[in-house]
């Protein structure tokens, strides 16, 4: 099927957005609940996981492994229940490759999940997941014991083959990623002695805040996180809050949509994960955050956006992309329409996505008559205020949801109909995400 023939109709809302929502659990978090659920001793009660096809992904695979996994439907189209896993004994080889749909997130754990075990397992995914590198994960846990096949060989499939005598591992990595750091650290749970992952900056530290939950020892600070091996997961009680990375979608509509003023409830504030915030309010957007409670460690509140009429440029340093890594291309969107230019440093992670990122955001920028390039790892936007979307654009996602819900934004807060090919995407993360938009339109 082409994208000509997969076109979804995105209409302009017809009246500001007001009242309050609550978005889907997020997603990082709903990934380690139920991966190191999977891999602990005893039944794990969840609840708030988010339910998408990302997330499927990992319930999938811990059930393959070994896993019991027994959760249900709750009113709010969350998961929630109960996950047994499998303890000392370990996960069971299972009988067939392991498809991880589109999701990094379940390929990249796995692989630190099963470096500790002598069975073989191989992982592979969609289209899109088998271009993605791998080798960032595979290096350093080769390293530490583990053996990849194809030898050398960056994308999936690749079959892992583990080892009971796995050696703790002094890492300092190139990037800064929650998903390569997490992979060496629950590796390193049962490595003997201390395993030790080191940045360039701060990545998303759930993992660090979870572990402890689970009974493991670690210690973190600023760029640099710890596990003591060896040591068994007990079984846990996991609250997942909402997602930063869909309540930004809704923060920035409804800075993009006149009149709006929108809360979005019971969200996770972790400073990793809203760094979308600090830069609407650098873009002279009245946003704001509430602490209300914890789960765990992980804190979790209300956040507060306004429509802004007066939105203008910013510069986002190469430091502060991982708090909102995931964010840019719905950043940039704003930033169309921000007086001055837009700077995001440090980009070049966006490359290794789902698709392209920066690419696809400049190429769908022009399509709106809006100035967008890179320089070198740089992306730079060049806004306009008075941005009137053309009539009859049609954007490409690559089947990326989070150009897609982009997209569809574009849409959404325009003043003609755009159309977005392969809009479905969005059930990777947030399968609502139209229909919660529209709940909050007040009609004029």
């Known amino acids: 099927m082409t994208a000509q023939e997969n076109l979804t109709t995105i209409e302009p809302v017809n009246g500001p957005l007001v009242g309050s929502i609550s978005v889907p659990g997020d997603k990082s978090i709903s990934h380690r609940a139920v991966l190191f659920a999977a891999m602990a001793e005893g039944t794990s009660r969840l609840s708030g996981v988010l339910d998408s096809e990302d997330v499927r992904s990992s319930l999938g695979a811990v059930s393959k492994l070994g896993a019991k996994v027994n959760l249900e439907k709750a009113p709010d189209g969350s998961l929630y229940g109960g996950i047994t896993g499998w303890g000392a004994k370990g996960p069971s080889a299972p009988s067939e490759p392991i498809d991880c749909g589109n999701s990094g997130t379940t390929t990249r754990l796995l692989m630190g999940i099963l470096a500790p075990w002598d069975i073989e397992v191989e992982l592979t995914g969609d289209d899109s997941l088998r271009r993605r590198p791998m080798r960032r994960v595979s290096g350093p846990l080769s390293r530490m014991g583990a053996k990849f096949l194809p030898e050398g060989q960056d994308t999936l499939p690749l079959t892992i083959h583990g080892t009971r005598n796995l050696k703790a591992l002094d890492y300092d990595a190139p990037v800064a990623s929650a998903q390569v750091k997490t992979a060496i650290l629950l590796a390193g749970l049962s490595a003997d002695g201390t395993t030790r992952v080191t940045e ?28 003591v091996g060896p040591t068994t997961l007990k079984a ?64 979790s509140g209300i956040i507060s956006v306004q429509y802004c009429d007066k939105l203008h440029g910013c510069e986002v340093p190469a430091d502060k992309i991982p708090s909102l890594v995931d964010e840019v291309p719905v950043l940039a969107l704003v930033a169309a329409h921000a007086k001055g230019i837009t700077v ?13 990122r920066v690419a696809a955001v400049i190429d769908g920028l022009a399509k709106i008559g809006v100035d967008a390039w890179a320089d070198g790892s740089d992306l730079f936007i060049e806004g306009d205020p008075d941005l009137v979307i053309p009539e009859g654009v049609k954007f490409e996602t690559g089947k990326d949801h989070r150009l897609a819900m982009t997209w569809a934004l574009a849409g959404l807060s325009g003043n003609c109909p755009v159309q977005v090919a392969d809009f479905e995407s969005c059930a990777v993360s947030y399968p609502a995400f139209l229909s919660d938009i529209r709940s909050l339109v007040r009609e004029r």
């Open 344 to 356: 995001f440093r440090g980009v070049d992670e966006l490359r290794v996505k789902e698709t392209d």
């Open 236 to 299: 846990s009680e996991v609250v997942v809050p909402g997602d930063p990375s869909s309540a930004a979608f809704i923060a920035c509509a409804a800075a993009l949509i006149p009149g709006s003023a929108i809360q979005i409830e019971g969200v996770s504030l972790n400073p990793a994960r809203i760094g979308f915030l600090r830069t609407l309010e650098q873009m002279g957007v009245d946003a704001s955050r509430r602490s209300v409670s914890s789960s765990g460690k992980e804190l």
């Open 200 to 227: 360039p900056s701060p990545s998303r530290n759930h993992t660090e805040l979870m572990l402890p939950e689970f009974g493991a020892h670690t210690t973190a600070a600023s760029g640099v996180a710890e596990v």
